[in-house]
């Protein structure tokens, strides 16, 4: 194996970032949000702006005219919705099933729905599964709509439940400056933010310093003008079409990848999970959140989108970013609407003559298909009406959707017609379409089927540096442990994502080539990056100073998100692998308690405390009740086998590993499982 590669600069500019900040700590007073009504005091024309967005209205008091809904007595699944005195209450079934009225608190949205929070007794606010079409009526709006399906209350789905929770869901992407505040001895929360809507300093950062510095004159030599970030990435640059080629070009040159704006906007739309306090715009996304790559179920292995993943990582990949283009070149920041309509934000960049031609879409003039989006940012509704544009503004690839199993522009708007259809006439009019093929989807494809040229298609990617950074993270986080030395040289890559993913791909490394590769990353600038590779290197004997200050990172992040049983299983694995079954028994009984029957830490649970070879049947009991409760679960079901099989129940074992087996036919380690048991009972002699 390659030896490591050095992170001497990594650590010295780490230690620089620390001695600054604690110097700024010490010069600089702590900053404040002074509110949008401070703002529009200077900056009337952003503020009048502003005002027609959907920024403004992201969340509103319960009150007229905010509420679009009627409240007016009418009944819809399972719920009585009414208007009494300027108040707004809804009358459905609570945590125990039984039917009350619960006062709306909030409203969440305007456009093409809105959803009402209302407040439970510990103090969260939860989105009822029933929410309001605010489209016209022509347009199959106003009306009631689930969300969700009908569930008891026992489901985490339920309106009460964990997932429909908006203290940790929702309310952090619709405020500005929020505290969720949860009390974990108490599970109370006290969440507050500075205002109820995306307001100035969502974007821009707490205004104080910025305030100071216009009632002091507003001294020329302050560059940074008090801001925590000036937007200057797009000043004095020009988009310039070259005639030959029908594209544009940035002048000057942007920087490569550049993710000033980017990073801003990734705060709210980002899948991400949150690991350290927000410092607000202008610092790194991985010092405040871990951000997710092209993973299954949230992608297809081309890069589109799959589930709601709010259109970050989708940007970061496409060509467009990569050349310096941002989202403010599409989007006016403070009306969110396009710089252009129809076609116009695609044309600022591409020659109409040349992309506008029917030689070019091959579409009837005036159809649908001569609109830019609806081939290259293909469109998906989430929310059951929301249609919201991928943005991996893509060539349309329809063989390649074939390989990956994914839907693609043409059939998406040609619905009654298969692939091969699309196939055909996009490789007629594009002959060299697959030239431009995806490498990150034949990579990700590869691993899936286990191919022959695996190898070959995964460097493919992790070696070229043109690959956007989301795409070679997202191959490397996948990478299996016989293949982890192809990660060797991202360790030391320029981009934080690509980093975390190399650690990532370590993780079945045996400990001294862990020690070895990743102790480096724990000096690493970016707390997402140290974490990840504390968290394969958890079970280091002695840890070392430097591991135990980054493994209290890690705790200090799982606790931010107290409220939420994945963190306590996240300690609860992390104590195991510290050698404290305690600490890691408690951790995982916490999150059973926050979630009866959560699957991961049941799983664990049964697993560590089978170690105790007298607890053995309180595992099994654990697993039986967690089969009940999930039956189509393979890993519960194999769980339950291998438990069987210690306690010597050969034939008892074969009934929950052949379901296991079906449930799962591409797991190799259940099929050996189920195998060896087969091949063990045929081979016992019967009495």
Not at 275 to 299: Q, R
Not at 459 to 469: F, L, N, R, T
Not at 522 to 550: F, I, N, S
Not at 596 to 618: H, M, V, Y
């Amino acid at each position: 194996m390659a030896a490591a590669p050095t992170l001497t600069l990594m650590r010295w500019l780490w230690v620089l970032a620390l001695l600054t900040a604690g110097a700024l700590a010490q010069a600089e007073p702590a900053l404040r949000f002074v509110g949008s009504a401070t703002c529009a005091s200077c900056h009337a024309k952003e503020a009048a702006a502003w005002q027609a967005s959907q920024h403004q209205r992201a969340m509103q008091p319960a009150a007229r005219p905010g509420i679009l809904a009627p409240f007016k007595g009418e009944r819809f699944s399972g719920a009585t919705f009414s208007e009494r005195q300027g108040r707004f209450f809804v009358n459905t079934d609570g945590p125990d099933g039984k039917l009350r009225d619960y006062e709306i608190a909030a409203v969440l949205g305007i456009a093409p729905l809105q959803q009402y929070l209302a407040k439970l007794p510990d103090g969260s606010l939860h989105a009822l599964p029933q929410a309001w079409d605010t489209r016209p009526r022509a347009e199959g709006g106003q009306r009631w709509f689930r969300l969700t399906p009908a569930v008891p209350p026992t489901d985490e789905l339920h309106w009460t439940g964990r997932q429909a929770n908006a203290n940790f869901m929702c309310i952090e992407c619709h405020t500005t400056g929020f505290a969720k505040n949860y009390d974990p001895p108490v599970r109370r929360y006290a969440s507050r933010w500075a205002e109820g809507n995306v307001a100035c300093e969502a974007c821009h950062g707490a205004g104080s310093a910025h305030v100071d510095w216009a009632r002091r004159g507003a001294p020329a030599g302050e560059l940074r003008k008090g801001l925590q970030i000036l937007f200057d990435q797009r000043r004095g640059a020009q988009w310039r079409i070259d005639p030959a080629s029908g594209n544009a070009r940035r002048t000057p040159d942007a920087p490569a990848r550049s993710t000033k704006e980017a990073d801003v906007c990734a705060r709210c739309h980002a899948h991400r999970s949150r690991i350290g306090e927000d410092a607000g715009p202008g610092t790194p996304p991985g010092d405040a959140f871990h951000l997710s790559l092209v993973e299954p179920g949230l992608y297809w292995n081309d890069g589109q989108m799959r589930a709601e993943v709010y259109n970050h990582a989708g940007f970061l990949q496409n060509r467009m970013h990569a050349k310096g283009v941002t989202c403010s070149d599409c989007h006016e920041p403070h009306t969110q609407q396009l710089r252009a309509p129809g076609n116009g934000v695609c044309l600022q960049c591409h020659a109409a003559p040349k992309y506008e031609a029917p030689t070019h879409h091959f579409h009837k003039l005036g159809s649908t298909g001569t609109q830019c989006i609806n081939c290259h940012m293909p469109a998906s509704t989430f929310m059951a009406i929301d249609r919201r544009h991928d943005h991996f503004i893509r060539v349309p690839q329809p063989a390649q959707s074939q390989r990956s199993g994914s839907p693609d522009a043409c059939t998406q708007c040609h619905r009654d017609k298969p692939q091969s259809w699309a196939v055909q006439w996009t490789q007629r009019w594009y002959p060299h379409l697959e030239e431009r093929a995806s490498k990150m989807a034949a990579a990700l494809n590869a691993l899936d089927h286990e191919d022959l040229d695996v190898v070959a298609r995964l460097s493919a990617v992790i070696g070229d540096a043109k690959e956007s950074p989301v795409a070679r993270a997202s191959v490397l986080a996948r990478l299996p442990a016989g293949l982890a030395g192809a990660a060797l040289p991202s360790l030391a890559d320029p981009d934080p994502l690509v980093r975390r993913a190399a650690a990532t791909a370590l993780r079945d490394a045996d400990a001294p080539t862990r020690a070895r590769l990743l102790l480096p990353l724990l000096d690493d600038p970016v707390r997402d990056v140290r974490l990840e590779a504390a968290r394969w290197l958890a079970d280091q004997r002695p840890p070392g100073l430097r591991l135990t200050r980054v493994l209290d990172e890690y705790v200090t992040a799982q606790q931010l998100n107290a409220d939420r049983p994945e963190a306590w299983d996240n300690l609860g694995t992390l104590w195991a692998d510290r050698g404290q079954p305690a600490r890691a028994e408690a951790a995982f009984r916490e999150a059973l308690s926050l979630a009866p029957g959560f699957a991961p830490s049941t799983l664990n649970l049964a697993d560590l405390i089978r170690l105790q070879p007298a607890r053995e049947p309180e595992a099994q009991a654990l697993l039986e009740a967690l089969v009940r409760r999930e039956p189509r679960l393979a890993a519960a079901r194999f769980a339950l086998g291998l438990s069987l099989l210690r306690q010597h129940r050969l034939t008892e074992a074969l009934v929950p590993l052949k379901v296991a087996r079906e449930l799962a036919p591409e797991d190799a380690r259940i099929k050996t499982a189920y195998e060896a048991a087969l091949l063990t009972v045929s081979r016992t002699p019967r009495r």
